[in-house]
């Protein structure tokens, strides 16, 4: 964790004055193509082993439910807080 807290933290430097249209920007066309790429993915691709993750050994539909849905899911709720307070 503690070098993905070093990432996020230079990430944040790195894009500190990025504006939120540009981010919306960016997200709608990451988005369309990530999503396309997806959809290309059969059965098959889905069971490939995808690597080792905090010590789980995940394929690729796993990666994705983890990254795609529940990462993603966690970041909308932090948003979310952010927001309300």
Request: aromatic share 4%; charged share 20%; hydrophobic share 50%.
């Amino acid at each position: 964790m503690e070098e993905v807290n070093a990432i996020n933290a230079q990430h944040a430097t790195d894009f500190a004055t990025v504006g939120k249209q540009d981010v919306l920007d960016r997200l709608r066309a990451s988005s369309a193509a990530g999503t396309e790429q997806l959809r290309q993915l059969d059965a098959a691709d889905l069971e490939r082993t995808a690597g080792v993750f905090c010590g789980h050994e995940l394929t690729i539909a796993q990666l994705m439910e983890w990254i795609f849905i529940g990462h993603a899911a966690e970041h909308l709720a932090s948003i979310r807080a952010a927001i309300a307070d």
